[in-house]
């Protein structure tokens, strides 16, 4: 809240500035209360090859690839991308 309260201020003693905000829905309402009527909401919903390119990539960076078999990495890239894509 105090990071939000210190935005508005900013805002409101330089209204040209224009801030980016990156977050889960679940802050939106926060957001919306404390930047009252500054704000516009774009919703940036990932794809089922997003997430799977994610995972990948991630994958790649392990810090302890030998943790991980064939078989985890398999229920890893089946389980997550269609999980996530139905919500």
């Not at 799977?52 to 078999?69: E, G, I, N, S, Y």
């Amino acid at each position: 809240m105090e990071l939000l309260d210190s935005l508005r201020q900013i805002l409101h003693k330089s209204p040209s500035t224009r801030i980016f905000l990156a977050g889960r829905l679940q802050i939106q309402d926060e957001v919306e209360k404390h930047l009252s009527g500054r704000v516009v909401t774009v919703s940036i919903i990932p794809t089922k090859d997003d997430i799977v390119r994610f995972l990948r990539d991630k994958l790649k960076k392990d810090a302890t690839p030998d943790a991980m078999d064939k078989s985890l990495e398999a229920d890893i890239m089946g389980n997550i991308p269609e999980t996530v894509s139905e919500v």
